[in-house]
Nanobody, 116 residues
Framework: EVQLVESGGGLVQPGGSLRLSCAVS????????MSWVRQAPGKGLEWLSF????????TYADSVKGRFTISRDNAKTTVYLQMNSLKSDDTAVYYC?????????WGQGTQVAVSS
């Protein structure tokens, strides 16, 4: 079974930056499309960003466009989310998702808190 482990969350001041990582335990990582999703306190899941298998296509939610950047390193079987200009509204648990055909896998999440 494919396992995903997020890391890199923490407490940061408004305007600061964090880089989240999601390590994926599969030899076929390059065949999986990857996404980042978050859940703020008391709210539902919000899709943030997507990157396809060949890194040729990236898409972003309007709420993070221009501030967040998704990337992947197929050799390290890891996907990243660089988050800049963080705001208090970015406080949430961040999850990564791996998808291939009808297979869908989730990590356990990493907490990000933006506060002064």
């Amino acid at each position: 079974e494919v396992q995903l482990v997020e890391s890199g969350g923490g407490l940061v001041q408004p305007g600061g930056s964090l880089r989240l990582s999601c390590a994926v335990s599969t030899f076929t990582f390059s065949n999986y499309a990857m996404s980042w999703v978050r859940q703020a306190p008391g709210k539902g899941l919000e899709w943030l960003s997507f990157i396809n298998t060949g890194s040729a296509s990236e898409t972003y939610a309007d709420s993070v466009k221009g501030r967040f950047t998704i990337s992947r390193d197929n050799a390290k079987t890891t996907v990243y989310l660089q988050m800049n200009s963080l705001k208090s509204d970015d406080t949430a648990v961040y999850y990564c998702n791996a998808q291939r055909f009808d297979s869908n896998y989730w990590g356990q999440g990493t907490q990000v808190a933006v506060s002064s």
